[in-house]
């Protein structure tokens, strides 16, 4: 009951508490506001551990079971948090998830008095009467600096529409804010047309304009923008549309006579919204006949593609992208690895033309990776990478041009008629001569030729890569972090370079390691402490604890870095963080679960020789995965997402059931030990599982997840040696 009712408590506490990453650069109050952070969402936490704890110390001879159903249960929740917004929004979502522990109360309250059942009662029904009504105060609080609240914050500025499905929350604005022209040359001196803001979570802040028909006049400024030279350069194109939410990407295809337009968005409830409620403000954009729309992630719609395409265009669709840090280092981006540049190379024309465009954002960084990642791509097809792009910049976005066959002389004359007409800055093209660089818009030298001539020169391209300030180096789809530009040996430099500020640190990988180093001091707080003084009481000899701390430590960290690896390469094949995380966990525990419950029968007898060979069994079917999943992945890859869901589950099962079995097992040998240890193994366990999820995603950042993914196999390895807490080593165990 107590995890139920905190559950709604810390919510409503920490949706009060004016913490803001943000302020932490002039608010040092915020410091405080952390640590109750700490405190107060751990509070359901405690009573939920206490439960679990408490069950399987009464009951150890039934942990097999007891087990069973908290891993089953945890993955039914994970495959449901699919649909937990659908009914109310995030109104409803606090409130569904302390009902159903309501129910376990409920459950637990079989044999006890009338009162506590009335109090129960009480509870649930006051809970279904704010489902009911959903007051304000049950949603989520947005932070102030989000791109939402900031369009939102001008004058005259309103919300039109809030709508939520189980990916994300759209928001529909008019706002003065939302004016968006990404590079717009500054010759341009009119008005722009009307403009719509929808936000993607409150943060993504992309523009949705308005016109009468493809000669409309207001629609001139598109000829404006650096992205237009795309349209010089291959006339009257087949287009291929990656993640353009309605943007310019489309209307800028569509205004310059585009053949036919093929278009992948990976957020079906964006293109339900520009179908419906802004159909008449686009114009019906989503309705023209030349326009084709795949709803689906754009690596595994790009498997699926079979078309080959004159042009294809990445997005850039933030309206503040320029104001960002663009160093988000920790979110996995497999649009922008080797693998998928290689496979969007195998997309086009033999004239075929790739369009990408960034946001100045100095120094120089994202677009440098980019650069160094097509040429990667490009060599792989043997091709010499110098003569086959383009950079072109503006006084706020810098463009690049990727061509499937060597840029020729007409191509270089558009680019510098184009560049001149609406001054804008030469960047590189084959042949290109230093004085030709940084004439309009200046910087103090050609900063972005000198760079990007160095990295297109192949003899000090790794030396580059190591010395640069960033890095830059190519992502690959083990190591899928595009935005992860921070190195731990330059971070004195990166300081100074980001003018002495320490916040985008915070925002970028830099929080992981900072995460990792904290919540080691917590579990040795809250794990070595009351040990020194349990041990002191129970006086086992060193050697017994020292084991046992062992094994649950080292099964906690393999469980941890096995299911985070499983969730980041599933999120590829199942086309959505969201469906990756819920399907694969629920996979993971469902078959955990069963192994579990079967684990006292399957073992029976010399429970500790035969836990060994499981453990060994367990390592060597994990490193066996780690050659089967290149094949099963591109195998299925674009296949129908609910075939991809049954072959997830049919994927993990045999190793979940398997990982099912060492945690009971070791309960009940702990048990025929020293039963007061039980509590302590438990506990050992999860804050083995919590520091290591974190230390999982460190170790990708240097290593990538085929490491994570070994080192859980050896961690099952390493658990094995640590069987020897249990006296009956020599004789049958039950």
Known sequence: MLFSLSILFSFLVCNSIPFDLIRLTWDHYQIFYIFLYYFVLSLPFLF??????????????????????????????????????????????????????LLASFLFSIKQSLIFKGILLFFMLTEIMLFAVSPSWLGFRISPFKALPLALHYPNAKSLLTKWNAISRIDVIDSPAVRFAPGLSLLYTKALPSQLGVSVDGEELVAITSFKGPKDPSLEFLSFLPSSLAYLLSQKPEVLLIDPKGGLDILSAFYFDARK??????????????????????????HKKNITLQIANNRSALKKEKGIFDLIVFPLTEVFGSSGTGLFGFRENYLYTVESFTSILNRLSPEGLISMNFYLLPPP???????ATWIEALEKQDKNPSRHIIVLRSWGTISIFIKNSPFEKKDIHILKSFAEKYCFDLVYYPGI??????????????????????????????????NYLFR?????????????????????????????????????????????????????????????????????????????????????????????????????????????????????????????????????VNLAKNLRFILIICSVVIFSYLLIWPIFSNLFLG??????????????????????????????????????????AWATNAFSSVVNSIFALFIAFLGGYNLVWMLGACGYLFASFFLGFSNHRHKANT
């Open 48 to 101: 939920a551990g206490l439960t679990v704890s408490f069950a399987i110390t009464v009951a150890s001879v039934e942990v097999n079971k007891i087990y069973f159903s908290d891993l089953f249960g945890a993955g039914v929740g994970a495959m449901l948090s699919v649909f937990i917004f659908l009914p109310n929004g995030d109104k409803g979502v606090i409130l569904i998830i302390s009902f159903v522990a």
């Open 261 to 286: 337009i093929r278009v992948i968005e990976s957020n079906p409830l964006f293109v339900k919204t520009l179908r419906n409620e802004l159909a008449n403000f686009s114009n019906h954009l989503y």
């Open 365 to 371: 960084r994202q677009e440098l990776k980019a650069i």
């Open 433 to 466: 001569i230093p004085e030709e660089a940084n004439i309009w818009n200046k910087f103090d030298n050609p900063i972005y030729f000198n760079l990007i001539t160095q990295i297109l020169s192949s003899s000090p391209r790794k030396e580059f890569y190591k």
């Open 472 to 604: 830059i180096s190519p992502p690959s789809d083990n190591r899928p972090f595009f935005f992860n530009f921070f190195k731990l040996n330059k971070i004195k430099a990166t300081y100074f370079a980001l003018g002495k500020k320490w916040l985008p640190f915070l925002q970028g990988e830099l929080l992981i390691p900072l995460l990792f180093i904290q919540s080691v001091m917590i579990a040795i707080l809250m794990i070595g402490l009351p040990l020194v003084v349990f041990q002191k009481k129970v006086q086992k000899p060193e050697r017994k604890y020292m084991r046992t701390f062992g094994y649950f430590c080292f099964i906690g960290m393999a469980y941890m870095f096995i299911e985070i690896t499983l969730i980041q390469k599933f999120i590829l094949f199942l086309e959505h963080p969201l469906y990756s995380i819920s399907v694969v966990i629920f996979s993971l525990l469902f078959s955990s679960s069963l192994g579990s419950f079967f684990s006292a029968s399957v073992l029976k």
């Open 639 to 680: 296949s129908s997402l609910y075939f991809k869901l049954f072959l997830t589950f049919v994927f993990i099962f045999p190793l979940g059931f398997l990982m099912g079995f060492p945690f009971p097992t070791g309960i009940r040998l702990l048990k025929n030990f020293n039963k007061k240890w039980i509590s302590w």
